[in-house]
């Protein structure tokens, strides 16, 4: 039998999203630090004195208490830890917030921990809510979610010939994760078309910490071309569309 220290524990998380469950709960869908991503149930949340509620809104970095459930995990405690109360006040803000969640919720299961994907995820939140460079913020989170998840790219050259990129207009293959030069065109005729300043901004994020990454600027025409050939590789790994871009454009 399981001693009430083993059925309860504390966890730092992130409220990806939730909905709700008969009078008063709420399901959860939560990731968090020490075991990934999880589902937990608030109960009594939706009443009008729950102390809960206000702690548990999408994009919210908490500290809970767990208990053990016999299908979903119980939320006895939260106290937040940052609201980023800037996201909320802003609506494209909250837009990329939205899309920075959708991306973490599709491509994770609760298969455990991935400490690297949590920080990165929070950093990416905190980083928007302190008003840095939505463009650099978000594709930097892109690549290198790609990256700790296993989708990173071939930047550097040729995967189908295997030589070095040039410094000219290349092609994209969604299907074999990496750059094509023109001569190689053929091997992948459905390969996305991709300007050398965008190869060289992708190459950038990929290969640099973030302290080199927040001072840059990226070009107007950069960061569409960035935006429609990132969504369209995500969209390839996940098989299915993304419902905040839509958003997104719409807000903008």
């Not at 509620?53 to 937040?80: C, D, M, W, Y």
């Not at 935006?227 to 995500?234: G, H, N």
Request: aromatic share 8%; charged share 25%.
């Amino acid at each position: 039998m399981m001693t009430k220290e083993a059925r309860s524990y504390r966890a730092q998380g992130l409220v990806i999203r939730h909905r709700e469950f008969g009078e008063a709960d709420r399901i959860l869908t939560l990731y968090t630090l020490e075991k990934g991503k999880l589902q937990a149930i608030a109960k009594g949340v939706r009443k009008l004195k729950s102390r809960k509620a206000g702690h548990l809104e999408p994009f919210s970095q908490v500290a809970l208490q767990l208990a053990k459930g016999r299908n979903l995990e119980v939320i006895t405690q939260v106290e937040t830890i940052r609201n980023l109360s800037n996201i909320r006040e802003n609506l494209k803000l909250t837009a990329l917030a939205a899309y920075v969640l959708e991306l973490l919720d599709r491509f994770t299961y609760e298969e455990g921990e991935n400490r690297a994907l949590y920080n990165l995820v929070v950093e990416t939140l905190s980083r928007l809510d302190a008003g840095v460079s939505p463009a650099l913020v978000v594709h930097y989170y892109e690549v290198h979610l790609m990256d700790i998840l296993g989708f990173k790219p071939q930047l550097q050259q040729c995967v189908i010939c295997g030589s070095d990129i040039q410094p000219e207009d290349q092609y994209f293959s969604a299907k074999l994760g990496g750059v094509i030069c023109p001569n190689s065109l053929s091997s992948d005729p459905s390969a996305w078309s991709v300007s050398m300043n965008a190869l060289r901004y992708l190459r950038f994020f990929q290969r640099s910490p973030w302290p080199q990454v927040k001072s840059r600027t990226i070009p107007e025409e950069v960061d569409r071309e960035l935006s429609k050939l990132i969504e369209k590789y995500l969209t390839y790994l996940l098989e299915y569309s993304l419902k905040t871009p839509g958003f997104l454009d719409a807000v903008s």
